[in-house]
């Protein structure tokens, strides 16, 4: 039976292009079938040659399947993505041998109710993002489970993942939180109020957001827009369609982290250590 490899690059990135016509090259000199658009199909594999945007694209065509994203970075932090370009030999390799696990990750479904009763629903893997557009803040009441947490003035709120966590919740000042751990994280931007911290809920609780005022836009992992408008519900639950991830090398999450961000490790521990 045919192996078949589906590839994405960057629409606007010639380094990306061409790495990528060079890779479908290797591939199918080891006798896969390499496709580039349409459906994901029978895919095995979705390979990415781009930064998180890209990969938060092919999620698109994977979600709902146990078909793994492996992301090769040409963006910019590229938190997502696997390895770096000069990897990209080995990753022919490594597909090639089926060296590879698989890395489960959550996502939310984001439920919108408008005030006349009509509903409008997409999904997250990083984060539903209500923010403030055209006006100088937007008005807005949290609630969890049904019950009243805070109302108050801002310029967004967040709703996302752990995978989101280190995306632009992370700017916001939000926890970081391991992609193994189901919780959802809701997170206010420039809040007016006393009760403004980040707050983490476990995977069987629900966020709602209720929209006081109008000027503000909801956009789910800065690719899918939902309406709203004064009086709109927008709730958070998570959601039983995960995202794969390949995961080529054991490095875990702490090593990565540290190398994503240049984290600066040695400490009173470390003294006098090589």
């Known amino acids: 039976m045919t192996r078949e490899i589906y590839v994405v690059a960057h629409k606007f990135r010639p380094d990306a292009q061409q790495s990528a016509a060079m890779m479908a090259d290797q591939l199918e000199s080891h006798g896969f ?3 580039k658009s349409g459906p994901v199909g029978d895919a095995e594999m979705v390979v990415v040659l781009g930064g998180d945007g890209t990969i938060l694209s092919a999620a698109e065509l994977t979600r709902g399947a146990e078909i793994p994203i492996v992301g090769i970075n040409y963006g910019h932090v590229g938190f997502l993505a696997e390895v770096e370009p000069e990897g990209l030999p080995r990753v022919v390799e490594q597909i090639t041998e089926r060296q590879w696990t698989l890395d489960r990750r959550m996502t939310i479904d984001i439920e919108v109710m408008l005030p006349d009763g009509s509903r409008a ?10 923010d403030k557009h055209g006006q100088p803040m937007i008005e807005v009441s949290l609630g ?4 009243g947490v805070s109302s108050f003035a ?10 989101g966590s280190t995306a ?4 916001a000042g939000g926890p970081v939180v391991w992609p193994d751990v ?3 994280l809701l997170v206010p931007v420039a809040a007016h109020a ?7 809920v476990g995977p069987n609780s629900e966020l709602q957001v209720v929209l006081d005022s109008d000027g503000a836009k909801l956009v789910c992992d800065g690719r899918r827009e939902l309406p709203v408008a004064a009086g709109s519900i927008i709730s958070a639950r998570k959601s039983d369609y995960p995202v794969y991830l390949a995961r080529l090398n054991d490095t875990p999450f702490s090593g990565r982290l540290v190398k994503k961000f240049d984290l600066p490790v040695r400490g ?4 006098g250590r090589p």
């Open 268 to 271: 009173f521990r470390d003294r």
């Open 168 to 171: 632009y919740t992370f700017s």
């Open 182 to 184: 189901e919780a959802m």
């Open 144 to 147: 969890v489970d049904g019950r």
């Open 121 to 130: 629903t997409s999904w997250t893997l990083n984060e539903a993002a209500l």
């Open 33 to 35: 079938t390499v496709r």
């Open 194 to 200: 006393l009760f403004t911290r980040p707050l983490v």
């Open 154 to 163: 801002c310029d967004s709120v967040l709703m996302a993942t752990p995978t």
